[in-house]
T-cell receptor
Framework: DVKVTQSSRYLVKRTGEKVFLECVQD?????MFWYRQDPGLGLRLIYF???????EKGDIPEGYSVSREKKERFSLILESASTNQTSMYLC?????????????FGNGTRLTVT | AQKVTQAQTEISVVEKEDVTLDCVYE???????LFWYKQPPSGELVFLIR??????QNEISGRYSWNFQKSTSSFNFTITASQVVDSAVYFC????????????FGAGTILRVKS
């Protein structure tokens, strides 16, 4: 069974801090994704990666960056956290790029920026 | 552009009632995939079903059933004899070439099942 692990369940950070959200998957999936979930807006794609060292912008990349140095790990970085980045962040992975296979999600990180 | 609409923000039912969650989608693709995910209070989205656009057969899995109708661009989800454990947020999603095979999610429907 695929396991996607997000390093923190809850985080509280101050405005202006640099924040790292870590995600690890254990099934050798090529694709990894970071979503943000807000009430009434569903899940919105921030960044995704189809391979090591590759990254592509999603729908709302502003204020975020990502890093994928190893296949199993995909990090989301908030360069300078702001209160409007308070949200639930979900990491997901899927097998290969073209197959429309289901995403496997982590438990989420609820980030509060004060 | 691809779009998924879940018009029901929140539904409350009493245990053992049947409940249908609506999902309407828009896409210009002729080949696409539709998904339902469940997000229980623990937070992790759980995959429930995937259908491709060429398979309009309805599907039943235990108390869950899905009605896919291309004519109305809908992919509705019915829970029969609901249980408290069905309480969750349910997301409908769409993927296709128009958006590079990435998932587009609806806003989600909160289902509360009361005992």
């Amino acid at each position: 069974d695929v396991k996607v692990t997000q390093s923190s369940r809850y985080l509280v950070k101050r405005t202006g801090e640099k924040v790292f959200l870590e995600c690890v998957q254990d099934m050798d999936h090529e694709n990894m994704f970071w979503y943000r979930q807000d009430p009434g807006l569903g899940l919105r794609l921030i960044y995704f990666s189809y391979d090591v060292k590759m990254k592509e912008k999603g729908d709302i990349p502003e204020g975020y960056s990502v890093s994928r140095e190893k296949k199993e790990r995909f990090s989301l970085i908030l360069e300078s956290a702001s209160t409007n980045q308070t949200s639930m962040y979900l990491c997901a992975s899927s097998l290969i790029r073209e197959d429309n296979s289901p995403l496997h999600f982590g438990n989420g990180t609820r980030l509060t920026v004060t | 552009a691809q779009k998924v609409t879940q018009a029901q923000t929140e539904i409350s039912v009493v245990e053992k009632e049947d409940v249908t969650l609506d999902c309407v989608y828009e896409t210009r693709d002729t080949t696409y995939y539709l998904f339902w995910y469940k997000q229980p209070p623990s937070g992790e989205l759980v995959f429930l079903i995937r259908r491709n656009s060429f398979d309009e057969q309805n599907e039943i899995s235990g108390r869950y059933s899905w009605n896919f109708q291309k004519s109305t661009s809908s992919f509705n989800f019915t829970i029969t004899a609901s249980q408290v454990v069905d309480s969750a947020v349910y997301f409908c999603a769409l993927s296709g070439m128009e958006y590079g095979n990435k998932l587009v999610f609806g806003a989600g429907t909160i289902l509360r099942v009361k005992s």
